[in-house]
């Protein structure tokens, strides 16, 4: 039998697990802040890690957050397995520095960001957010991220650009799940440039506060609050204007149940279940679904004329 020695238990062994990560995540936020106060994030941008200098927005909702646990362990990754919990189990081999995006296609100023130049394109903001999976549930998530069309802007699209592509990392040394030919890899999704252009589209480096855990596409990805969680690519590394929509990787697994718009609304059904209700995590009765996730007042006039039946 082996004794161990009283130093070298852990203080994990000894602390009841949860109080231990809360109080690693803490100093972490201590020491990240010392550092981050200069370089805007900690040097190593570890998960959890602070983010320096997130200003409060208006975008806040007086709904209750989704717990940070359940944030992170319940989630949709393909690249790492298919069940809920893979991804927080598997994504730790995502290395996410160095990492670069690549902004290209019909735009004046092509350009390949650094992600530490990224973090300090636009002042970030915390965005706290509704957002519904297509599959039923939803969850109130505090993002925080910069505006898309902040990088829009300075990429400059040119006359042909109508829609903007999102390729994500295709690397199965550090993706295991894309050893399985289960989509179409690497995972696409695409906006209409209008709707990329839109204030509420934003691309998330962090929530609660903190450096985007792995499992929630680090280091960088798309939120798009008024659409099925799905059109959210995690951890994008091409940005690409072009002319035509894009064939988005859930489009070309099923067209008849994934369209290239995918906006919440409760009247069109999936062709397999009703998009009517929604299961908030953390509550026990379903909750209605909003048209346009409850954001129509700031996005319907996107599709104002649009048969919604047809383009869904
Ligand atoms: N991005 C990539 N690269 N791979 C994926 O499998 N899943 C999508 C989207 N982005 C996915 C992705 C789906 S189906 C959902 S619901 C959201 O991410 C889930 O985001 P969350 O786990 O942070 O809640």
């Known amino acids: 039998m082996l004794i161990r020695h009283p130093n070298d238990i852990a203080p994990s062994e000894i602390t009841p697990p949860e109080i231990y990560r809360e109080r690693r995540r803490f100093m972490q936020g201590v020491s990240a802040l010392a550092a981050g106060a200069v370089l805007g994030v900690s040097p190593k941008a570890e998960a959890g890690a602070k983010l320096a200098g997130v200003r409060a927005s208006a975008y806040r ?9 359940d944030v992170t362990t319940y989630n949709n990754f ?3 397995g298919t069940g809920k919990g893979d991804p927080s189990e598997n994504a730790g081999s995502l290395k996410t520095r160095p990492w670069t995006v690549e902004v290209e296609g019909e735009v004046a100023h092509p350009k390949t960001y650094d992600i530490d130049a990224l973090l300090k394109l636009a002042p970030l903001e915390e965005r706290v957010y509704r957002m519904r999976c297509v599959e039923g549930w939803s969850m109130v998530i505090p993002w925080v991220g910069f505006p ?12 042909n650009a109508r829609y903007v592509e999102f390729v994500t990392l295709n690397d199965p040394e550090q993706m295991p799940g894309l050893r399985r030919r289960i989509l179409s ?3 696409l999704e695409g906006l209409r440039l209008d709707e990329a252009m ?3 589209a934003i691309l998330a ?3 609660y506060g903190e450096v985007l855990p792995n499992q929630n596409g680090a280091p960088i990805r798309l939120v798009v609050p008024w659409k099925y969680g799905f059109k959210s690519a995690k951890s994008i590394v091409k940005i690409r204007f072009v002319e035509k929509p894009p064939l988005t990787t859930w489009m070309a697994a099923a067209p008849r149940e994934y369209g290239f718009y995918s906006n919440v609304n409760p ?3 999936h062709p397999r279940w009703s998009q009517a209700k929604e299961r908030r995590i953390g509550e026990l009765s379903k909750r209605d679904t909003l048209m ?4 129509g007042a700031q996005v319907a006039q996107l599709y104002r004329g649009m048969d919604l039946q047809k383009f869904f």
């Open 292 to 295: 346009f996730n409850g954001y």
């Open 267 to 269: 009247e069109v059904d």
């Open 205 to 207: 480096v962090g929530l």
């Open 61 to 69: 909702l007086d709904e209750e957050r989704t717990p940070y646990k």
């Open 198 to 200: 839109h204030p509420l």
């Open 148 to 159: 898309l069309n902040e990088l829009i802007r300075r990429a400059a699209p040119t006359g």
């Open 78 to 80: 393909y690249e790492f």
């Open 185 to 187: 890899w690497p995972y």
